[in-house]
Structure formats: structure tokens, C-alpha cells
């Protein structure tokens, strides 16, 4: 080993991933939160479409064609997952939905 120690290389390994970030869904890709939608669209919005998204994981008849439709959506996905209870909150509001085993 060269004279870089242990400790040093292992702080220049290679990272694999998306970089750590600080998602906040309120504010615009600077930063801000300038004309954003109101906290209760947005929110109300996001909803609607996890909805629409677990009806579809649901309704899937070949798991093959999951994995491309959760990378189609995956701005959605991690918009859901910035906001506390959200998911419970969608999956207990959802419970006669005919997918339901």
C-alpha cells in the first residue's frame, strides 16, 4: 500500500448511488420556494398519483413490466416518501380497492 493509510482509502472509495440529497418537495430546483403550489395541492397531487401508481403495481399481471414503470415515476416515488405518513395514509383511504388481496 502506498503511503495513504487505511482510513484515508477508504474515504476515497468509490461511491455507488445517487449522491445524498436533501430532497424538500416544497422548494424550486435553486432552492427557493417561489411559485410553488400550495403545500395542500401539492401534496393532494402527489397523492393521486401514488394512488395511481399502487392500482397499477397491483393490477400488474407480469412483474417483468414493474421495474420500468417505478423508474418512470420515481420523481413521484421520492416526492411520497418527503412526505410523513403519507403512504399509510393512502393505503388505509384505499382498503376496498377491488386489487386488494
Known amino acids: 500500500m502506498d503511503s495513504c493509510t487505511k482510513r ?3 474515504v ?3 461511491r455507488y448511488g445517487p449522491p445524498n440529497i436533501n430532497f424538500n418537495p416544497d422548494s424550486n430546483d435553486d432552492g427557493s420556494n ?3 403550489p400550495s403545500n395542500d395541492g401539492y401534496r ?3 397523492k ?3 394512488t395511481r401508481i399502487l392500482h397499477k403495481v397491483m393490477d400488474a399481471k ?4 414493474l421495474p420500468s414503470f417505478m423508474t418512470q415515476n420515481v420523481d413521484t416515488l421520492l416526492a411520497a416518501m418527503a412526505m410523513p405518513d ?3 395514509e393512502i393505503i388505509k383511504e384505499d382498503r376496498g380497492y377491488p386489487g386488494q388481496h
Open 48 to 50: 393521486s398519483q401514488i
Open 62 to 65: 407480469a412483474i417483468e413490466e
Open 86 to 88: 403519507l403512504i399509510e
Open 12 to 14: 476515497h472509495m468509490a
Open 34 to 36: 417561489a411559485s410553488k
Open 44 to 46: 393532494s397531487n402527489v
Open 8 to 10: 484515508e482509502s477508504i
